[in-house]
Nanobody
Framework: QVQLVESGGGLVQAGGSLRLSCAAS????????MGWFRQAPGKEREFVAA????????YYSDSVKGRFTISRDNAKNTVYLQMNSLKPEDTAVYYC?????????????????WGQGTQVTVSS
């Protein structure tokens, strides 16, 4: 079992930045691929970014590419999502998720462990 706890959400003006953190406990996240997803009100949950377990490969949705950066510190069992140049359309609950290192990263059904989510609100 892996427990995931997100933090770092909040209210920020458009153009601002936030850094989300996801702390993993239980079985270490070292061997897990880690991803960030988000869900806005009335919308489906969507893929944001993900990192292979080694941290050597990262993937982003087109909507955040160039603005968001995923990173991980396996020694601290923590994954980060640095979000820059935030837009009002980035407003959502952001979820951290973990999966075994097989299969595509962008499919939420492949992730077996989820955090409780953290709210990000970007004002215009």
């Amino acid at each position: 079992q892996v427990q995931l706890v997100e933090s770092g959400g909040g209210l920020v003006q458009a153009g601002g930045s936030l850094r989300l953190s996801c702390a993993a406990s239980g079985r270490a996240n070292i061997m897990y691929d880690m991803g960030w997803f988000r869900q806005a009100p009335g919308k489906e949950r969507e893929f944001v970014a993900a990192s292979r377990w080694s941290g050597k490969a990262t993937y982003y949705s087109d909507s955040v590419k160039g603005r968001f950066t995923i990173s991980r510190d396996n020694a601290k069992n923590t994954v980060y999502l640095q979000m820059n140049s935030l837009k009002p359309e980035d407003t959502a609950v952001y979820y951290c998720a973990a999966k075994v290192p097989t299969g595509p990263l962008g499919v939420s059904a492949n992730y077996g462990y989820w955090g409780q989510g953290t709210q990000v609100t970007v004002s215009s």
